[in-house]
């Protein structure tokens, strides 16, 4: 009898644990650690090479007839201005960590109302934008207002 309820509890454990294990697996190989934010405009493409032949000197292009553009100017991406300080608005402290990850290590804990220096470094990590700062570490920015 005791052989037989340690061997169900075994298999119920067992049972529930193959697939916290399979959903943690997934989450790491899945998971980006971070990604740089690319500071300027986007990289403009190659136009795609076309299959036709150059004309020769003797040779007369076709007739193209002229774009015509309007008045309205396109629109470019807003760059973010960078902040070089910031002042801590979380009334509990900030963590400070070593990478900019909510798993990472805290390097320490400024506290509200701290003035900091940022090196104008941003990246993109777990759905948050995290700031470097000029003395090492990663804050979310979230938590700091623009000075």
């Not at 220096?117 to 990590?125: A, C, D, F, V």
């Amino acid at each position: 009898m005791r052989r037989s309820l340690l061997a169900l509890g075994l298999s119920v454990i067992g049972s529930l644990s193959i697939p916290i294990v399979g959903i943690l697996l997934l989450r790491f190989l899945f998971l980006d650690p971070g990604t740089d934010i690319p500071v300027g405009p986007p990289p403009v493409p190659n136009p795609p090479a076309t299959s036709q032949p150059r004309p020769t000197a003797t040779e007369r292009p076709a007739t193209v007839s002229p774009t015509v553009r309007t008045s309205t100017p396109e629109s470019s991406p807003t760059a973010r201005p960078v902040v070089t300080q910031g002042e801590v608005n979380a009334t509990d402290g900030l963590n400070v960590r070593i990478e900019p990850s909510s798993q990472a290590l805290v390097k320490k804990i400024l506290p509200f109302r701290e003035l900091v220096k940022l090196t104008g470094k941003t990246r993109l990590s777990e759905g948050l934008r995290w700031v470097q700062l000029a003395d090492g570490g990663w804050v979310q920015e979230q938590y700091l207002d623009p000075r």
